[in-house]
């Protein structure tokens, strides 16, 4: 049996496992293009791996790259910025972004969903930066074990266990969602108080994770509240506060 029937023989067997979806998808694109029956075979195969499996970064990056050939680029464009945080060695997600936007001459679709999704990923970035930053000035290298609750740093080894080859030795707070930045906060009130209101911030990253969810899954943000890049915008000045006082 060769590679590409072997996964094709493990989706059959275990269709609800992302991985599955994503090494055939990988096998196939590996091919010269002559070979391959379809791209939208590998795009299908693709964004099934995004949907079983929506905390995985490789699919997504796979599926940009191969809209990105097929010069799909504003399709292409949002997995790259899901991704663009993660430390991945090997992929060009910076570049490949670039050269998204550059060529996307023409935004399309629509501006007010484009820009929520804008504002929800750079919130979020930056919501993961303030708590590593406070975090670290507070209990240095064992930041992570002392800071981050028991729960959550379960709940993001396991997500990590569970992931891709490529994402084992990825930073574990990456695999944390909303919901845990609001815990990690409210286990930590008298660190971050200095900075923000604990108690509002921590309904709004409550509000968030539907959100970023329906990202992941690729539905329509008409009912994100356009307060989310209000939300950007003064969590922005935020982080800025804090790097300034740390430099």
Known sequence: MNIEMYFKENIRRNPQDPMNYYYLGKELMNKKLRDIESLETIEKLFKQSVKLGPHLWA???MLGELLYKMGRFKEAEPYFKETLHREVPGFSVKEYLTKCISKSSNPGGN????????????FENNV????????????????????????????CASRREESLDEEKEVDLLLFADFYDYKIVIESNKPIFANYIDTREW?????????IRNAIAHNRPLTRAPVR???YH??????????????N
């Not at 930041?143 to 729960?151: D, F, S, T, Y």
């Not at 921590?202 to 539907?210: A, D, F, I, K």
Request: net charge positive; aromatic share 10%.
């Open 228 to 230: 989310l890049r209000d």
């Open 111 to 122: 501006f007010h969903e484009v820009s929520k999704r804008d504002s929800l990923y750079l």
């Open 59 to 61: 699919p997504k990056i």
């Open 233 to 246: 915008l003064s969590f922005q000045k935020i982080i800025d506060k804090v790097k300034g006082k740390v």
């Open 202 to 210: 921590c309904v709004r990253l409550q509000e968030m994770e539907p």
């Open 128 to 155: 993961r930066e303030f708590i590593r930053i406070l975090l670290e000035i507070n209990y240095g290298h064992e930041w992570w074990r002392k800071g981050v609750p028991k729960r959550v740093r379960a709940k």
